[in-house]
């Protein structure tokens, strides 16, 4: 049997257009003569639908759009992704199962998380039903093929040989081998061929790496499909070897999910261009070369905002970056602005000495004079921050902090750096300078000052970030890290704590860690409890 | 048998604060010598906890909390909330039925909202048994008691003749009648009394506002505490009659309700003094008002702003109002600052005509001007936008939007009117003068501009933001409501869904409505669907 994995990336609430594409690729299927096409998990409403999923209007839409899907299923047997609404008006995750313009059977899926990013169980009833169809193929939806004692282990009793699983899993670092061991369990398990198809695409702070697998029943991976790309892709069952494809390197890997990431928000929100401060630091310079990657060169605009501070050093770095991604550049200066703003604080601020305020304000200035470019021309502000500062609450609210989308605020200093040698080789050259990567990271807003002042160096204040932020490790157990992260531990903590008020007026931003920051991560504000 | 009511005001994440808190409040309920003392659901932690539950010293230390507070049970029984577990790590939001001395039994919330604010099927395992305790006397958890056939019904057939709940019920308008309808009901079908004791306290974007009530088997309203008071309140069963204290009138309910959500944020966050930017318009009198009501004159400092476009009867306002509400007043023109930028803007921006973007320079000026203030002096903003703006996007991101707290986000313009009425009542004077209620509204960042150039009379905008954004009305159905609304709708629409992106870096604020912006309402911001 030809199997054809319909890895596509479509758009939330986008019903015509999801339609037309799901539509086109039941064409491509039946050109290819795959007697089997799979589409994603909801893949006609897009994934996660959230609130939209309210709307009567919204279901009534998508169950319009899979009855004109069924009709086109001639000669090719289709899983399609859908919302299911039954006559209590109670909404299933659901898959059609349709062949030569028929309905064969609806799959309601049963394991609905409710964890991390995921908010299933405030939409949908789960399934009670596993479901196998003829000659021999059981259907899950996403989570069910995580649940050992799930729906595709009733399938396979049912005398299930091929377990179709349709997904919208999204991607963090590694997910990819996660899913390849699991599935490759699962088969064993069951003793069965696992066809897994996967949404690919980005959607705010998600992005979905697509990586189809068909997966033999001794737990061999024999086919795997690339990441991050929209296409058709076949496969044959049986199969055997392994697949040519390997896995992309993992600093490439999360490359490139900032690139689809980027494209995706930008262009599905109507954007042509975004707009960037180019600092001369690595965060900004990063961020223009995924952006540049994304959107093209001509898709990108880098703005320098020199202040006193800013040294010979960087001003020349972020023109550098610039130039060596071939994007537009501007040079702005914000001094006569932070003049006129001094003097019209001067009498409020009389006897004060300088502190962290007029720091706070030249990033502010920034910030308001990448707005007025973002406005005047339309141009979506990428903001530059990374996990490190913005889990220290090390950046300014409405100052750097600025933007429509965050590309880098799931990315830790250290991964920022390795990264940046990633994007240098998807170049093919060095886009981003040496200078660059070996100047002490600084935020320029008084003299002679280094991100060190203030923050213990980066390898030793990430590894703290992700062990509680990322995986909610004790702090007992934090401590126990060694000498240099045990010094610092307490206050690393007190500041994370402290700073959820930034986070929360943060833009969105790509998700590539187990926890990122926004849907993941649910913290009150308010909040006084202190583990240290 | 006397009844207790600790009707308090915990702070999430505050082990130790709650637990002395708690611990007074049981001493006080023997003092005046009650049978037994209900607490709210989750007291020991506060609610809601959100991801702090993840953290396995936040749940431990919470339960040596609780231990201790059974030891101090001496003579009452006491029925108080918090987070068990059990042997599998598995979590309960649960009951701790206590009384000298001992722990006689532990309830389970058998049904976990998941839907509007709510996340408890994300953290909890859902209790499966109903528990009464001698003499007749049955526990159950918020949300438990709005199922018909939930444990009440079950303790009820098992003879309870007193049905304790203990809650934490968000507040919204109108919700102290609908939660006296239902209980009344529900004592009817049970045949017993009802116990209703309610947090009370602001969290974020959750105001709590008590209202403890003693219902009778008849389902008469037989006691009724106060809301937004934190104290302990005794009421006897059995007891007849009809209450001595009445309702709260609507607006002024609202109001209550904004300066108790006011004063939790910016107390518990431990902030002193708050700054205002007073535009002279209603929305930031209105937010001065209550905030002067929350905090004293002294936590009140109110800045006016002004451009070349501020009116002389606005600028006269602004200062009216400070000097009503007697609070600290500061006047900072801005024109030169707008200057500057646009002296600095020039090249960019050369041959392009002025629109939007000088509108929303002038509005990034004034906010980055409150938050240099802030940063200065530790004075936490306070936004003053309402909800007829939000809704449409008729603000400024990083301008009018800046603050670490939204007061009336949720108050449509309309509502604004009424509750500032509601203000002048309160004070017993004209906080607010009659000009701000009668001008045109104006954003003043234009010449001769009003809000209704951009958007449709404010009666119209807010019947379609309470069908489409509070209640999911479909865009036929709200069309139906008759010509003024018909002929904007769809304008008003677009303007709502293209507006997420802003609501998504807005400051949190009180909801007041069944539905705000914020964790109630999770919209995609990459969202093609158009209902119209």
């Given at each position: 049997?030809?199997?054809?994995?319909?890895?596509?990336?479509?758009?939330?609430?986008?019903?015509?257009?999801?339609?037309?594409?799901?539509?086109?690729?039941?064409?491509?299927?039946?050109?290819?003569?795959?007697?089997?096409?799979?589409?994603?998990?909801?893949?006609?409403?897009?994934?996660p639908?959230?609130?939209?999923?309210?709307?009567?209007?919204?279901?009534?839409?998508?169950?319009?759009?899979l009855?004109r899907?069924?009709?086109?299923?001639?000669?090719?047997?289709?899983?399609?992704?859908?919302?299911?609404?039954?006559?209590?008006?109670?909404?299933?995750?659901?898959?059609?199962?349709?062949?030569?313009?028929?309905?064969?059977?609806?799959?309601?899926?049963?394991?609905?998380?409710?964890y991390?990013?995921?908010?299933e169980?405030?939409?949908?009833?789960?399934?009670?039903?596993?479901?196998?169809?003829?000659?021999?193929?059981?259907?899950?939806?996403?989570?069910?093929?995580?649940?050992?004692?799930?729906?595709?282990?009733?399938?396979?009793?049912?005398?299930?040989?091929?377990?179709?699983?349709?997904?919208a899993?999204?991607?963090?670092?590694?997910?990819?081998?996660?899913?390849?061991?699991?599935?490759?369990?699962?088969?064993?398990?069951?003793?069965?061929?696992?066809?897994?198809?996967?949404?690919?695409?980005?959607?705010?702070?998600?992005?979905?790496?697509?990586?189809?697998?068909?997966?033999?029943?001794?737990?061999?991976?024999?086919?795997?499909?690339?990441?991050?790309?929209?296409?058709?892709?076949?496969?044959?069952?049986?199969?055997?070897g392994?697949?040519?494809?390997?896995?992309?390197?993992?600093?490439?890997?999360?490359?490139?999910?900032?690139?689809?990431?980027?494209?995706?928000?930008?262009?599905?929100?109507?954007?042509?261009?975004?707009?960037?401060?180019?600092?001369?630091?690595?965060?900004?310079?990063?961020?223009?070369?995924?952006?540049?990657?994304?959107?093209?060169?001509?898709?990108?605009?880098?703005?320098?905002?020199?202040?006193r501070?800013?040294?010979?050093?960087?001003?020349?770095?972020?023109?550098?970056?610039?130039?060596?991604?071939?994007?537009?550049f501007?040079?702005?200066?914000?001094?006569?602005?932070?003049?006129?703003?001094?003097?019209?604080?001067?009498?409020?601020?009389?006897?004060?000495?300088?502190?962290?305020?007029?720091?706070?304000?030249?990033?502010?200035?920034?910030?308001?004079?990448?707005?007025?470019?973002?406005?005047?021309?339309?141009?979506?502000v990428?903001?530059t921050g990374?996990?490190?500062?913005?889990?220290?609450?090390?950046?300014?609210?409405?100052?750097?902090?600025?933007?429509?989308?965050a590309?880098?605020?799931d990315?830790?200093?250290?991964?920022?750096?390795r990264?940046?040698?990633?994007?240098?080789?998807?170049?093919?050259?060095?886009?981003?300078?040496?200078?660059?990567?070996?100047?002490?990271?600084?935020?320029e807003?008084?003299?002679?000052?280094?991100?060190?002042?203030?923050?213990?160096?980066?390898?030793?204040?990430?590894?703290?970030?992700?062990?509680?932020?990322?995986?909610?490790?004790?702090?007992?157990?934090?401590r126990?890290?060694?000498?240099?992260?045990?010094?610092?531990?307490?206050?690393?903590?007190?500041?994370?704590?402290?700073?959820?008020?930034?986070?929360?007026?943060?833009?969105?931003?790509?998700?590539?860690?187990?926890?990122?920051?926004?849907r993941?991560?649910?913290?009150?504000?308010?909040?006084?409890?202190?583990?240290?």
């Open positions: 049997m030809k199997i054809a994995f319909a890895q596509i990336n479509v758009t939330v609430g986008d019903l015509p257009g999801n339609a037309a594409k799901i539509a086109s690729f039941l064409a491509k299927a039946r050109r290819a003569k795959a007697g089997l096409v799979l589409f994603p998990e909801l893949a006609v409403t897009g994934y639908p959230e609130d939209l999923l309210f709307k009567p209007s919204f279901i009534e839409g998508n169950l319009k759009v009855k899907l069924v009709l086109l299923t001639r000669g090719v047997t289709a899983v399609i992704g859908f919302v299911d609404r039954d006559p209590q008006g109670r909404l299933y995750n659901a898959a059609a199962v349709a062949a030569n313009g028929r309905l064969l059977a609806v799959y309601h899926k049963v394991h609905l998380p409710n991390g990013v995921f908010d169980k405030r939409y949908f009833t789960p399934g009670a039903k596993p479901l196998v169809f003829p000659p021999a193929i059981g259907v899950s939806i996403c989570e069910d093929i995580w649940a050992e004692e799930g729906p595709c282990r009733q399938e396979a009793w049912a005398g299930a040989k091929v377990l179709v699983n349709i997904s899993s999204p991607y963090h670092a590694g997910k990819l081998r996660e899913r390849e061991r699991l599935l490759a369990r699962r088969a064993r398990a069951c003793q069965a061929w696992i066809c897994y198809n996967n949404l690919v695409g980005g959607q705010d702070e998600l992005v979905f790496d697509g990586g189809c697998l068909l997966v033999s029943p001794k737990g061999q991976v024999v086919f795997r499909a690339p990441q991050f790309t929209e296409d058709l892709f076949l496969a044959s069952i049986p199969s055997s392994k697949p040519r494809r390997r896995p992309l390197p993992a600093d490439g890997e999360i490359f490139r999910a900032l690139v689809l990431g980027t494209r995706d928000y930008v262009q599905k929100n109507g954007f042509r261009r975004v707009v960037i401060g180019l600092s001369g630091g690595i965060d900004s310079a990063l961020t223009a070369a995924v952006a540049a990657a994304a959107l093209g060169r001509k898709g990108v605009v880098g703005v320098s905002l020199p202040s501070f800013s040294s010979a050093g960087t001003r020349a770095d972020a023109r550098a970056v610039a130039k060596a991604l071939r994007i537009r501007l040079e702005i200066p914000v001094e006569p602005v932070v003049a006129a703003f001094s003097q019209a604080l001067r009498g409020s601020f009389e006897g004060r000495k300088a502190d962290a305020t007029e720091e706070n304000l030249q990033a502010r200035i920034r910030g308001t004079l990448l707005m007025a470019l973002s406005n005047k021309f339309g141009w979506l990428l903001a990374n996990k490190s500062e913005l889990s220290t609450g090390y950046c300014t609210l409405y100052g750097d902090m600025v933007g429509g989308f590309v880098i605020k990315v830790t200093k250290t991964q920022v750096y990264v940046s040698r990633a994007a240098n080789r998807h170049f093919g050259r060095r886009v981003i300078p040496e200078s660059v990567f070996t100047r002490a990271p600084t935020a807003l008084k003299p002679r000052q280094t991100d060190q002042d203030t923050l213990p160096p980066y390898p030793v204040l990430d590894t703290i970030v992700k062990d509680y932020v990322e995986a909610d490790r004790p702090a007992a157990s934090i126990s890290r060694g000498k240099a992260v045990a010094s610092v531990l307490d206050r690393v903590i007190r500041m994370v704590d402290r700073n959820e008020y930034k986070r929360r007026q943060a833009p969105v931003g790509i998700k590539i860690t187990p926890r990122a920051f926004g993941d991560r649910r913290m009150p504000i308010t909040n006084r409890f202190q583990e240290i």
